[in-house]
């Protein structure tokens, strides 16, 4: 679980109605809470923590320490405060001061992402236009107007969409499939919460690339970048067989020479090296050099439409797309070994 420290009172998010705990002075016990009201950069409005007619703080007890906290779009947060005033002549509420200084813990493995990012959802037949405002490797928040979304939207909880995203510097769009497993109303748009599920693997590497470049993937899944440079190799060979004369090789032949090779005997050795993934994902990648070697021979020998025919029967966009699920496999298998043994 990540930790971290902000100062800067944008970043503060709570909103009316989040449920509170509260630990009152020394006391060890955590009380209930209800935030009900805020001045922002001044104080906060809260329910009474406390049985009825037994109030934690009494009207005399100003000045007393609070320390509170709180979830928020998967994140905890916690953050110190002083009882500013007692209100009994109504509701018993306290005001307490704002927050100078707010900690955040992340509980979601995979961090989210604020963003703009167009995108359609596929639901019941029906696309709905709208985007998404905050993604990460599991999930994402869309958002889009009323008159946008079909009336039955909430009748497909629980069941499997489609979202097909505009990624910054990515043609066309990219499409995952999802399961539905919220829908929040407000006045003028509807919320979609969706986990993202059984994503193809090239198009979970185009997603795991954005979100490498936005530097909001944890450190454990930053291999996405050795599967983009495996895609560019994949792709200066094509280019290379495919070439109507001889042109200089501009790409590693050998297993051991190209980035993924090199990063599997070193970084990724260290990482999934006790994986069934990863022994198979290193013989997957020694083979498809093996054959790709064959068809250069093949051109060099002269025969170049020969050469295409072999490799283009080699399907090595389909290996390609198999190394990159096993990394992940490998990946997604040390994720939750760690989780069972935490």
């Given at each position: 679980m990540?930790?971290?420290?902000?100062?800067?009172?944008n970043?503060?998010?709570i909103?009316?109605g989040?449920?509170l705990?509260l630990q009152?002075g020394?006391?060890?016990?955590r009380?209930?809470?209800t935030?009900?009201g805020?001045?922002?950069?001044?104080?906060?409005i809260i329910?009474?923590p406390?049985?009825s007619?037994?109030?934690a703080?009494?009207?005399?007890?100003?000045?007393?320490s609070?320390v509170i906290?709180?979830?928020?779009?998967?994140n905890?947060?916690g953050?110190k405060?002083?009882?500013?005033?007692?209100i009994?002549?109504t509701?018993?509420l306290?005001?307490i001061s704002?927050?100078?200084?707010?900690?955040?813990?992340e509980?979601?493995n995979?961090?989210?992402?604020n963003c703009?990012l167009?995108t359609?959802?596929?639901?019941?037949?029906?696309?709905i236009?709208g985007?998404?405002a905050d993604?990460?490797?599991?999930?994402?928040h869309?958002i889009?107007?009323k008159?946008?979304l079909?009336s039955?939207?909430?009748e497909h909880?629980n069941e499997?969409?489609?979202?097909?995203?505009q990624?910054?510097g990515s043609?066309?769009?990219?499409h995952?499939?999802?399961?539905?497993?919220?829908?929040?109303a407000?006045?003028d748009?509807f919320?979609?919460?969706?986990?993202?599920?059984?994503i193809?693997?090239?198009e979970?590497t185009?997603?795991?690339?954005f979100?490498?470049?936005?530097?909001?993937l944890?450190?454990?899944q930053?291999f996405?970048?050795?599967i983009q440079?495996h895609?560019?190799?994949?792709e200066?060979?094509f280019n290379f067989?495919?070439?109507?004369?001889n042109?200089?090789q501009?790409?590693?032949?050998s297993?051991?020479?190209?980035?993924?090779g090199?990063?599997?005997?070193s970084e990724?050795k260290?990482l999934?090296s006790?994986?069934?993934s990863?022994?198979?994902?290193?013989k997957?990648h020694?083979e498809?050099?093996?054959k790709?070697?064959?068809?250069?021979?093949i051109?060099?020998?002269?025969?170049?439409?020969?050469s295409?025919?072999?490799f283009n029967?080699?399907?090595?966009?389909?290996?390609?797309h198999?190394?990159?699920a096993?990394?992940?496999a490998?990946d997604?298998n040390i994720?939750?070994?760690?989780?069972?043994?935490s």
């Amino acid at each position: 679980m990540e930790h971290k420290s902000h100062t800067n009172l944008n970043l503060f998010e709570i909103e009316v109605g989040t449920q509170l705990q509260l630990q009152v002075g020394q006391l060890t016990g955590r009380l209930e809470s209800t935030l009900i009201g805020i001045r922002a950069g001044k104080y906060l409005i809260i329910t009474m923590p406390g049985e009825s007619g037994q109030p934690a703080i009494r009207p005399d007890e100003t000045g007393t320490s609070l320390v509170i906290r709180y979830i928020h779009q998967g994140n905890a947060y916690g953050f110190k405060s002083v009882v500013m005033d007692v209100i009994t002549s109504t509701d018993r509420l306290l005001v307490i001061s704002y927050p100078f200084q707010v900690e955040i813990f992340e509980l979601r493995n995979y961090p989210r992402l604020n963003c703009f990012l167009p995108t359609r959802v596929f639901v019941d037949k029906q696309v709905i236009d709208g985007s998404l405002a905050d993604i990460s490797r599991t999930g994402a928040h869309f958002i889009c107007t009323k008159s946008e979304l079909v009336s039955n939207i909430a009748e497909h909880v629980n069941e499997s969409i489609q979202l097909d995203i505009q990624l910054p510097g990515s043609d066309g769009y990219t499409h995952v499939v999802g399961n539905l497993r919220k829908v929040q109303a407000s006045s003028d748009k509807f919320e979609l919460g969706i986990r993202f599920e059984n994503i193809e693997p090239i198009e979970l590497t185009k997603l795991l690339s954005f979100l490498l470049d936005a530097n909001a993937l944890p450190e454990h899944q930053k291999f996405s970048a050795i599967i983009q440079k495996h895609y560019d190799w994949k792709e200066k060979v094509f280019n290379f067989i495919h070439a109507d004369k001889n042109e200089k090789q501009n790409f590693a032949l050998s297993p051991d020479e190209c980035d993924l090779g090199k990063w599997l005997s070193s970084e990724g050795k260290s990482l999934y090296s006790d994986t069934e993934s990863y022994q198979e994902l290193d013989k997957t990648h020694r083979e498809l050099h093996q054959k790709v070697a064959a068809a250069i021979k093949i051109r060099e020998d002269g025969e170049i439409d020969k050469s295409i025919d072999f490799f283009n029967q080699l399907d090595i966009q389909h290996i390609s797309h198999k190394i990159a699920a096993l990394l992940i496999a490998a990946d997604e298998n040390i994720v939750a070994a760690k989780e069972q043994s935490s």
